[in-house]
């Protein structure tokens, strides 16, 4: 327990410190970027493959997630988050990240356990991979080449990057912001309303 809370701690200050302020300038350009899912497939912590064309016409919050950092409890208020506006258009995809801490160590299978019986997550879930450096997955090489992506680094786990129903990636939140802040979902019901 003390070396999970003291791997939480020093990225928390940094957090803090830095943030990831996306400023108008860059939200307004993402409005022009190609949709970050175009002739993109995801392999999901099953092994099986899904073609990201399916996430067209909705809006999607990407998350990279882990098992064992404090902030894992936030799976139970993205499966809310999920239960509560997935009618309306809203996916969730979820991508186990062993970058931060080692705070993702389990296979497919201990993944898919954890979060099922303890947060009973419904959305999908995509291999574990890397979300930053010259190693990360296709997914996150998209979104952090885009206006709104490259304000900064993936600093820790439970990142969350909001794109709306064109593919765009038009916001993105820290580790801090819970999944049920007023701020995230202000932002999302905003990009659920516009067709």
């Not at 996306?22 to 350009?29: F, P």
């Not at 990201?52 to 950092?69: F, I, P």
Request: hydrophobic share 35%.
């Amino acid at each position: 327990m003390h070396r999970l809370l003291q791997a939480t701690l020093l990225p928390l200050t940094l957090i803090t410190m830095i943030g990831c302020t996306v400023s108008e300038a860059s939200k307004k350009a993402a409005l022009t970027e190609p949709s970050v899912f175009k002739n993109l497939e995801l392999t999901m912590l099953s092994g099986d493959k899904m073609n990201a064309s399916t996430m067209d016409g909705k809006v999607v919050l990407v998350v990279n997630v882990a098992s064992q950092c404090g902030f894992t409890p936030q799976y139970e208020g993205l499966q809310k988050l999920y239960a509560t506006y997935q009618s309306q258009g809203l996916e969730i995809i979820a991508v186990p990240c062993n970058q931060f801490g080692g705070q993702e160590p389990g296979d497919p299978k201990e993944i898919d356990a954890m979060i099922k019986s303890k947060y009973g997550v419904m959305f999908p879930i995509l291999s574990k991979q890397d979300v930053k450096g010259g190693t990360q997955g296709e997914l996150f090489d998209r979104l952090l080449n885009t206006s709104v992506g490259q304000t900064s680094t993936v600093k820790w786990n439970f990142e969350k990057f909001l794109i709306n129903r064109q593919g765009q990636l038009v916001d993105r939140f820290t580790s801090l912001t819970k999944p049920g802040s007023d701020d995230l979902k202000a932002a999302i019901e905003s990009h659920l309303a516009k067709r």
